[in-house]
Each structure stands twice: as structure tokens, then as C-alpha cells.
């Protein structure tokens, strides 16, 4: 970039006056769009799905904890636009990609949309501009994909345009975080560009934390995901030690927690979920594999977390089995099918891997989530379920009920009044000081 447009870029930012584009408007790109017209930018969104635009258009969102108010307020500041015209890239100043970082079937990284939105940036590149990756990848993803695209638009690093990386680190439905308090890490491509991603964000979050290089930014958002997937794979191995030995790892777990310095406690539970957690660890062993290095704790954290609704299953099975049924044929309510509590997102929930198993044992399964109406079709799994309503006559007449998810919107003790076996993976009644009956509750 000449110094005369870095500068022009440079005081766009400063004054609010430059319109922001973000692309891919889902559980990432949606709360920026809101943080960055708040601020006083104007944002341009962009998504591929026609639906989701006409659904922001008319002031509709299809995020729970995102509400239609915040779209109508951006509108009403005329702060905000929705388009699925890529070419209108081109009236942007600034551009940040949040698109998916799925797995593929066979658990390799798929970078097919940062791909494809690379080259939709390159087509309406015009010099100027600054190009910012948040999705979750692993290093070096923003150097091998991003730059060689531009580039490939006769566009020069650091003289037409500015690179860089940071990662999201949104926690969906928190009330105590929000994009303005969390600090963001950005990570340029060069220092130049990292100085002007930096900028950017100072607009619109309380703290930047200006890192040396994008792969040390991109590389950091994978770090903090392998470490709760680590952790979580740890309580949950303890878990099942624990069982064998008739302890309570929920016990044990609050005990070791009163500890005040080097321990943080961390919560078994039936699996990991989401698109973070149970995914991006995976695009570091991937990548690891290119250098001839393995990460097998990483690997060992997947497999021990992938194998929890294995375990939920057989604890259910066997607690049937006690009682003199068997799980086939045997009704069983889900409580909770989101990956997390609070949410409606179940993107690799364990709930749904939980009843694919049960299915498979040929149980009947029915489940209740007051966030989730109706399950739609994800990566592995396409069940057509319905939600079902929570009632006294439902749990009766469930032979067992396992608590996935444990929502805040659930009656509890009407659960634990009226289920005839209940398999509480989250200690939830104990959360919330519910008596449980020992003999038809079973902790997993
Ligand atoms: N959800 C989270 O809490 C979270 C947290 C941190 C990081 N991330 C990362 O952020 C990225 C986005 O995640 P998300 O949860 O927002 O996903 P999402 O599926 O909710 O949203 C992605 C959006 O991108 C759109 N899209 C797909 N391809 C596109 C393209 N070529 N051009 C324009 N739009 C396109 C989709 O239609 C969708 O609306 C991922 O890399 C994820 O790992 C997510």
C-alpha cells in the first residue's frame, strides 16, 4: 500500500468513516456485525445463504441469544446492510472473514469456504484495504490461503492491501463477557498489517493484545481450545476411575476445587460439543503431521472425550438392566440435546451421537429441549426429532431419562419427582440443591 492510502485506510479507522465487511453472519459474524455498527462503523454483511440475509433484512434473527431488537436498532441507525453480492466487497474498507472451519468426514481440516471466500476478496479486491481471518485454523492458514489469493489479484502486501489474523473467542450466551471486554489478540501477516488489524479492533473491544505474527494469533486460539479439550478429556477419564472405585467424582472435583491456586476445575460431562472444542484441536495434529510431529495428548483428549457417549449409554444400559429391562425396545426421554447449556446451537452435540446409540440398541427415543424445537440435519447426524413437551406424563412414562444438557429452563424437580430412572450426566439436580433419589438416579 502507498504510504498515502495506508494512511487514508489509517484515518478511516480513527474517524469511524470506514465501512467494515464481514462475512459469514452466524454465531461469530453476527455479534461483530452488532460490536463494530454500535461503534460507529457502518458493516456490510455478507453470507452465502440468501435465507439468512432476507431473515437480517427484515429484522429477523435465527441466533436465540442474538435478539431481532439489535437488528432493529442497527437498521434504525442505518449502520448496517445484508447482502449475499460478493461484488459489493469492493465498497468495504475493511473485510473480516468468519466463515466455517469444519472437519471433513475423514477428520482432515476443511478450508473449502476460507478458500472460497479468499477468492470471492481477491475478485472485488480493490487496492486499500485490510483483510482479517477470525475463523479457527491452524497456523500459518492466513499466509498459504489469504495471502497467495490476493496476491494472485496483483495486489502487493503492505502496499495494496494489509493481513492479518484474530481469532474469536466468543462464548455464546455469557452474560459476563461480551466482544467488548474480552481481549483480542491480532496477529499481522507483517508488523504493518498487524499495527492496522490492531487499530481496527481498538474501535471496537476494550483491550487488543498486538501478538508477533498471524500464526502466532492463530496458533493461540488453537492452544486454548486443545486446553480445555485436554482438561475435559482429564475429568472425564477420572470419571469413570472414580465409578469403578465408588467415588464421586463431583465430590471430588468440588473438594480439590477449594484449593485457591493451581488447580482449575474442569466438569465431566457426556462429550464435548460445539464447533470449537471436539474440531480445532484437530487442525494442530493435522498440520503437526506436516513436520513429522505427534500430538498425542491431543489425540488421546479426542478419543477419551469421543468415546463419553459410549459410556453414557452403557451406565444407562446397565442401570436398565439392574431393574430388569433391557435397553432395546426401552422408552428414553433426552433432556438437553444443545452441546451447552442455554444455547440452541447442537452442532456436534453429544446428544445426538447419544441417540444414534440408543437408536442402534433399538430404543425409543424421544427428547425435550426448550431451545431446540426441531432437529435439523448437522455434520454426521440427521434425525428428524421434534421436541417434545415437558410433562409429568412424559417422564412417567419414560422407562429412563438422561440429562445431556441441563438448561436452565428445565423444571428439575419435576424431573426428579417423576422419572423412573434418571441418568443426570451433568450432576445437575445437585447443581441446583435438588434431592435426588439414589435409587433411580444414576450420576454418568
Ligand atoms: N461459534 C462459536 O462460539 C465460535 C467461537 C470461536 C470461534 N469460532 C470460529 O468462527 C468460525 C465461524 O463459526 P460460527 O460458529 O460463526 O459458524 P456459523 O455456521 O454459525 O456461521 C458461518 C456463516 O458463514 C456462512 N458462510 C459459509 N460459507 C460462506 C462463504 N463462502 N461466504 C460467506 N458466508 C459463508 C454460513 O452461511 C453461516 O451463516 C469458525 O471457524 C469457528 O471455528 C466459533
Redesign the pocket.
Known amino acids: 500500500m502507498s504510504a498515502v492510502t495506508g494512511q487514508r485506510l489509517e484515518e478511516k479507522i480513527r474517524n469511524k468513516s470506514a465501512t467494515v465487511g464481514i462475512?459469514?453472519?452466524?454465531?461469530?459474524?453476527l455479534p461483530l456485525v452488532a460490536g463494530f455498527a454500535r461503534s460507529g462503523f457502518s458493516v456490510l454483511g455478507?453470507?452465502?445463504?440468501p435465507a439468512?440475509v432476507a431473515a437480517l433484512e427484515a429484522n429477523r434473527s435465527y441466533i436465540a441469544h442474538f435478539p431481532d431488537a439489535v437488528l432493529e436498532e442497527l437498521h434504525r441507525l442505518r449502520r448496517f446492510t445484508a447482502t449475499s453480492d460478493f461484488s459489493r466487497l469492493e465498497e468495504t474498507d475493511a473485510v473480516i472473514v468468519?466463515?466455517?472451519?469444519p472437519l471433513t468426514a475423514h477428520r482432515e481440516p476443511d478450508l473449502s469456504?476460507v478458500q472460497?471466500?479468499a477468492n470471492?476478496i481477491a475478485a472485488a479486491a480493490r487496492p486499500g484495504q485490510l483483510i482479517v481471518l477470525?475463523?479457527?485454523?491452524y497456523p500459518g492458514t492466513t499466509e498459504d490461503i489469504l495471502l497467495p489469493a490476493l496476491e494472485g489479484a496483483g495486489l502487493t502486501l503492505d502496499r495494496d492491501f494489509y493481513l492479518a489474523f484474530s481469532p474469536?473467542?466468543?462464548d455464546?450466551n455469557n452474560p459476563n463477557f461480551t466482544l467488548q471486554t474480552i481481549p483480542k489478540v491480532v496477529g499481522g501477516v507483517t508488523p504493518r498489517s498487524g499495527q492496522m488489524a490492531a487499530l481496527l479492533y481498538a474501535g471496537v473491544v476494550r483491550t487488543v493484545v498486538p501478538v508477533a505474527s498471524a500464526r502466532v494469533a492463530e496458533a493461540s486460539k488453537l492452544v486454548e481450545n486443545i486446553f480445555r479439550c485436554v482438561n475435559i478429556a482429564l475429568v472425564n477419564e477420572l470419571k469413570i476411575c472414580f465409578d469403578k472405585m465408588g467415588i464421586d467424582v463431583w465430590d471430588v472435583l468440588e473438594a480439590a476445587a477449594t484449593k485457591p491456586f493451581g488447580f482449575m476445575k474442569f466438569e465431566p460431562g457426556p462429550g464435548l460439543g460445539?464447533?470449537?472444542i471436539p474440531?480445532?484441536p484437530f487442525y494442530l495434529t493435522w498440520k503437526a503431521r506436516e513436520y513429522g510431529v505427534a500430538t498425542r495428548f491431543i489425540e488421546l483428549a479426542g478419543e477419551i472425550n469421543a468415546a463419553m457417549p459410549e459410556w453414557v449409554v452403557h451406565r444407562l444400559a446397565d442401570a436398565l438392566n439392574t431393574r430388569g429391562k433391557n435397553l432395546k425396545d426401552s422408552r428414553i426421554l433426552i433432556l438437553g440435546v444443545a452441546y451447552k447449556k442455554n444455547v440452541d446451537d447442537i452442532r456436534e452435540s453429544p446428544a445426538l451421537e447419544i441417540i444414534q446409540l440408543l437408536l442402534a440398541r433399538g430404543a425409543q427415543v424421544a427428547y425435550h429441549d426448550p431451545h431446540v424445537p426441531r432437529l435439523r440435519r448437522v455434520r454426521r447426524h440427521d434425525l428428524a426429532l421434534a421436541s417434545q413437551e415437558l410433562e409429568e406424563k412424559t417422564l412417567a412414562q419414560s422407562d429412563a431419562v438422561i440429562i445431556v444438557t441441563d438448561h436452565d429452563l428445565v423444571d428439575y424437580a419435576l424431573v426428579a419427582r417423576h422419572a423412573r430412572l434418571l441418568v443426570d450426566t451433568r450432576s445437575a439436580l445437585r447443581k441446583r440443591q435438588i434431592p435426588a433419589d439414589p435409587e433411580r438416579t444414576v450420576l454418568s
Open positions: 462475512i459469514g453472519l452466524g454465531y461469530v459474524g455478507f453470507d452465502i445463504d439468512k468468519c466463515v466455517p472451519t469456504y472460497s471466500t470471492q477470525e475463523s479457527s485454523t474469536e473467542r466468543e455464546p460445539g464447533h470449537c474440531i480445532d
